[in-house]
């Protein structure tokens, strides 16, 4: 296993800590482009799991800004990332290396939740909650469109 090989995999999963569903929603979004995989992708190129997936980052985009939203850290949050990291991660990987990708992807979505949710709370308590969070998604989409453009091809 060479971790060059699985940083896509590995800022797959950096994406993962932020926005659960931004790593499905920006590899569906590729699919869709006609953009390919190295890893093998089965759910995503269902099209109810590949429409499904581009729907849940939206709505997570527009939670997000609740009052209501629970923190990323709280159990179903923390399910919902390893999920997400971890077929991201597996499609992002060398074929042949899809469980690799996948466990580097999920090792780095979960402690990095617990980062990412700190920062955002100081930014919720110098700018709130709709300002930081608008912010967090605009970096969050561009850095996970970014990983997945440079991660595909044609």
Request: proline residues 4%.
């Amino acid at each position: 296993m060479n971790l060059r090989n699985l940083l896509p995999s590995i800022l797959i999963g950096a994406v993962a800590s932020a926005r659960s569903m931004t790593p499905m929603a920006t590899i569906a979004t590729a699919r869709l482009v006609g953009r390919q995989t190295s890893g093998n992708l089965l759910l995503l190129d269902r099209p109810l799991f590949r429409y499904g997936a581009l729907a849940m980052g939206a709505g997570e985009l527009a939670g997000d800004k609740m009052k209501s939203a629970p923190d990323r850290t709280v159990f179903l949050g923390l399910l919902a990332r390893m999920m997400s990291a971890g077929i991201a991660g597996a499609a992002l990987a060398p074929h042949g290396e899809e469980k690799a990708g996948a466990a580097v992807a999920v090792a780095t979505a979960v402690p990095l939740a617990y980062i990412t949710l700190a920062g955002r709370k100081q930014a919720m308590a110098r700018i709130g909650q709709t300002r930081s969070g608008l912010i967090e998604d605009a970096l969050i989409v561009a850095a996970g469109a970014a990983i997945v453009a440079l991660a595909t091809r044609r």
